[in-house]
T-cell receptor, first 110, second 112 residues
Framework: EDQVTQSPEALRLQEGESSSLNCSYT??????LFWYRQDPGKGPEFLFT???AGEEKEKERLKATLTKKESFLHITAPKPEDSATYLC???????????FGAGTRLTVKP | DGGITQSPKYLFRKEGQNVTLSCEQN?????MYWYRQDPGQGLRLIYY???????QKGDIAEGYSVSREKKESFPLTVTSAQKNPTAFYLC???????????FGPGTRLTVL
């Protein structure tokens, strides 16, 4: 069964304190891994798609990387506006929908 | 601007009532999805539709119904059979040939 597990559940950082979020997955044939950002009371906003081990994508202070078993979302020198819940997801085996992790709630204090 | 709209943003339902949540997209996407989000849990799929006049049950379809009469629209009805409907409901769409799903702003449903 396709599964996605994110850790930690919550992460509190000081502004400028870099860290990483983890997304572990088990799927029968990876057809992409997706990262989303979700602000409270809003829909998820698409960030990145990664397709193969070793691939990296960057956007401002965020960098996503992918291995055969997990993905990391690295946050470099975060700012308070980076505070949000970060979700990762993988398409299911039949590609009809996606399996989401429960998310990591990131808080960046000034 | 292309995008997905959901209405209303907040919805209150009394016990025993059916309510319908609206989802419209002007992205010309073929596939549309309804998810439910509860605190501390990942998004769970309720229903999805790959083409007009066709839809499939997701993991938690009991107590919900949908229709897909137009490509742009995929309304979700929460029936009185859904025992715990208070949640945040998200609609998404996907372009054929791509895996990324794009989400609407969500509807928060509260049962009074």
């Amino acid at each position: 069964e396709d599964q996605v597990t994110q850790s930690p559940e919550a992460l509190r950082l000081q502004e400028g304190e870099s860290s990483s979020l983890n997304c572990s997955y088990t799927v029968s044939g990876l057809r992409g891994l997706f990262w989303y950002r979700q602000d409270p009371g809003k829909g998820p906003e698409f960030l990145f798609t990664l397709y193969s081990a070793g691939e990296e994508k960057e956007k401002e202070r965020l960098k996503a990387t992918l291995t055969k078993k997990e993905s990391f979302l690295h946050i470099t020198a975060p700012k308070p506006e980076d505070s949000a819940t970060y979700l990762c997801a993988v398409p299911t085996y039949n590609n009809n929908d996606m399996r989401f992790g429960a998310g990591t709630r990131l808080t960046v204090k000034p | 601007d292309g995008g997905i709209t959901q209405s209303p943003k907040y919805l209150f339902r009394k016990e025993g009532q059916n309510v319908t949540l609206s989802c419209e997209q002007n992205l010309n996407h073929d596939a549309m999805y309804w998810y439910r989000q509860d605190p501390g849990q990942g998004l769970r799929l309720i229903y999805y539709s790959q083409i007009v006049n066709d839809f499939q049950k997701g993991d938690i379809a009991e107590g919900y119904s949908v229709s897909r009469e137009k490509k742009e629209s995929f309304p979700l009805t929460v029936t009185s059979a859904q025992k715990n409907p208070t949640a945040f409901y998200l609609c998404a769409s996907r372009e054929q040939g791509y895996n990324e799903q794009f989400f609407g702003p969500g509807t928060r449903l509260t049962v009074l």
